[in-house]
Nanobody, 123 residues
Framework: QVQLVDSGGGSVQAGGSLRLSCAASGYTGITYCMGWFRQVPGKGREAVAH???????TYADSVKDRFTIFKDNAKNTLYLQMNSLKSTDTAMYYCAARLSLSCRWEVDEYRYWGQGTQVTVSS
């Protein structure tokens, strides 16, 4: 099975940057769809970005042009580079894997999840 461990969260000022990491293990061969989601208390988990098995990345409108999702295949690690952070980006961030080459926005499509890493942006 797929195992995911995400890290890299922290506290930054508005306008700052963070890079989140997600170390994947437990499978070989096909590279699955992987994505980043975020959640705040009292609200549902929402998709931030994903990258499919063909290398195509897609972003939510709220983070487009500020965030970048990418992989280092040699390290089996997924990243989310977050620039120009805003207070509204404050959330618990989770990496996830869907057992398919293609991606979806729906949270229920993702089978495996990291434990979450907190991002706090202050002004």
């Amino acid at each position: 099975q797929v195992q995911l461990v995400d890290s890299g969260g922290g506290s930054v000022q508005a306008g700052g940057s963070l890079r989140l990491s997600c170390a994947a293990s437990g499978y070989t061969g096909i590279t699955y769809c992987m994505g980043w989601f975020r959640q705040v208390p009292g609200k549902g988990r929402e998709a931030v970005a994903h990258i499919d098995g063909y290398g195509t990345s897609t972003y939510a409108d709220s983070v487009k042009d500020r965030f970048t999702i990418f992989k280092d295949n040699a390290k089996n690690t997924l990243y989310l580079q977050m620039n120009s952070l805003k207070s509204t980006d404050t959330a618990m961030y989770y990496c996830a894997a869907r057992l398919s080459l293609s991606c979806r926005w729906e949270v229920d499509e993702y089978r495996y999840w990291g434990q979450g890493t907190q991002v706090t942006v202050s002004s």
